[in-house]
């Protein structure tokens, strides 16, 4: 007979069914969980940095690169053209001032100082010439005026004479006014040569003066040309090392074309360059420093360069204590320029966490350590080592410093 078999609640169909269904609900939920609540991440301390936030004094300041330079670099340029005949020391010899560098030649320049020569004798001859005709003229004149005063006086005696006779009646009237008309005709004579002499002076005077002038202009030229002459021999003009000599024999040089350098070696400047996005902030007066060799230098601007080249400037910065010793042209630093006076602030040390956050937040680590969680803050301005936070954390909490790159959107770290 048959005996009926009970029918199972759970066939191993539905246990699968029922299985899967828990599983994707379960799924959903996580994944639920995870875009709606805190996603978190396991990492290890050992591969993080985590510093504390502190109170201190901060001065806000930026890195940039310096090069040292002389004090005072004299640029040797040719005064005058000419072919290179002659080197008398080579590049890198040091110079007093005086001593001469290298010679020049230009045939047209000393053509022009010979004729400029020839000029001022022929000037100084008609000078000369001038000079002995005019004196002639003043002889003439006066042995003219001579005789003029001599017919004069006897104009006198013979009119006193018959004006004598005339009163005794020794002589005609008529003979009395012969005389007197030859002293008066004799007096304007002595008026004209006066008045003739005096003219003769003045004139003799003037073509004197405008003589002299003109060999002096001329003199002057002459002078001017020898000194263009003399400025074919280029010398140093001042102590100091000669560099960057760029002359060889028998090549050509132009007229104010650079030939080398004279470095003055009494001190040295440091010149940094500087983004162009600080050029409003930076002045003459502002401080930087550097360390060499464990020893710290202090610097201040001495000169600014608006100009503006491939997105940066230039500054020129001098040493405000003693210098380091045995620098050398070219040498280079980085310089801790400063933009702010020192001030008290809430600090961050700088780390790699800034490039993905943007200074908008922070990993904070709790007070156990065990967890860190996403904070917002507010930071400020900047400097080589810190930032400066306005908002958002405060002095004694600790937070994470290192990259963020693997952390992705977790809101809390699991610290192991």
């Known amino acids: 007979m048959d005996i009926p078999l009970k029918k199972k609640r759970f066939t191993p169909k539905k246990l699968a069914t029922v299985g899967g269904i828990v599983l994707l609900t379960s799924l959903i939920l996580f994944v639920i969980y995870s875009s709606s609540g805190n996603s978190k991440l396991n990492v290890e301390k050992e591969r993080i940095s985590i510093n504390m936030v502190t109170q201190g004094g901060f001065q806000e300041n930026i890195p940039v690169n310096g090069a040292v330079l002389p004090i005072k670099t004299i640029y040797l340029d040719a005064i005058e053209g000419g072919r290179v005949e002659e080197k008398f020391v080579e590049d890198g010899a040091m110079m007093k001032e005086g001593e001469p560098i290298l010679r020049l030649s230009n045939t047209d320049l000393e053509l022009s100082l010979v004729n400029q020569e020839t000029s001022v004798f022929e000037l100084l001859t008609q000078m000369q010439i001038s000079q002995t005709a005019a004196r002639q003229n003043t002889i ?136 162009e996005h600080y050029i409003t902030r930076v002045v003459s007066g502002q401080e930087g420093s550097f360390k060499y060799r464990d020893k710290a230098f202090d610097l201040e601007i001495k000169k600014v360069f608006t100009q503006v080249t491939n997105g940066r400037f230039q500054v020129d910065m001098e040493f405000k204590n003693k210098a380091p010793e045995n620098l050398r042209r070219g040498q280079t630093f980085q310089i801790r320029l400063a933009l702010s006076q020192e001030k008290e602030a809430i600090l961050i040390p700088k780390g790699g966490f800034f490039q993905q956050t943007g200074g908008n937040w922070i990993f904070k680590v709790s007070e156990d350590g065990e967890i860190a969680y996403k904070t917002q803050i507010q930071l400020g301005s900047q400097n080589s080592d810190y930032y400066e936070v306005l908002e958002g954390i405060q002095p004694g909490d600790k937070v994470i410093t290192s990259s963020y790159a693997n952390f992705g959107e977790v809101q809390e770290l699991v610290l192991n």
């Open 140 to 275: 003439n004149r006066l042995n003219q005026l001579t005789d003029v005063e001599n017919s004069l006086i006897e104009a006198e005696r013979i009119y006193n004479l018959n004006k004598s006779l005339l009163d005794k009646g020794a002589i005609g009237k008529q003979e009395f006014l012969q005389s007197e008309n030859n002293l008066n005709y004799q007096k304007n004579r002595m008026k004209l040569a006066q008045q003739v002499m005096k003219q003769d002076s003045i004139a003799t005077k003037q073509e004197a003066t405008q003589s002299k002038t003109s060999y002096e202009r001329t003199q002057q030229a002459l002078k001017l040309m020898r000194k263009k002459v003399e400025d074919l021999v280029v010398k140093a003009p001042i102590d100091g090392q000669l560099t960057s000599l760029n002359a060889e024999i028998g090549e050509s040089k132009t007229k104010g074309e650079r030939l080398g350098q004279l470095d003055v070696l009494t001190g040295y400047k440091i010149r940094a360059e500087i983004d």
